[in-house]
């Protein structure tokens, strides 16, 4: 496992749960394709903060553009 800019990396083997974009919800990993869901995650918690988790890097990535333009 390693960190990066955007957080913990875990090997896909660890992760078990994915965020499912089509259906909005969590699934496990035996689920919709990889392109509609958002993951994978080590816990079914952290699946379902990952549209959360999106938005508030979205929003400070926007805010640093935006100081970088200063």
Not at 6 to 19: A, D, L, Y
Not at 47 to 70: F, S
Request: proline share 6%.
């Amino acid at each position: 496992m390693k960190t990066s800019l955007r957080g913990t990396i875990h090997p896909v083997s660890e992760g078990q749960w994915w965020f499912c974009l089509k259906h909005m919800r969590v699934e496990p990993e035996q689920g919709c394709p990889n392109k509609d869901r958002m993951g994978p995650y080590v816990t079914e918690q952290e699946a379902a903060g990952a549209l959360q988790r999106a938005a508030d890097r979205n929003k400070a990535w926007d805010e640093q553009d935006q100081d970088d333009d200063d």
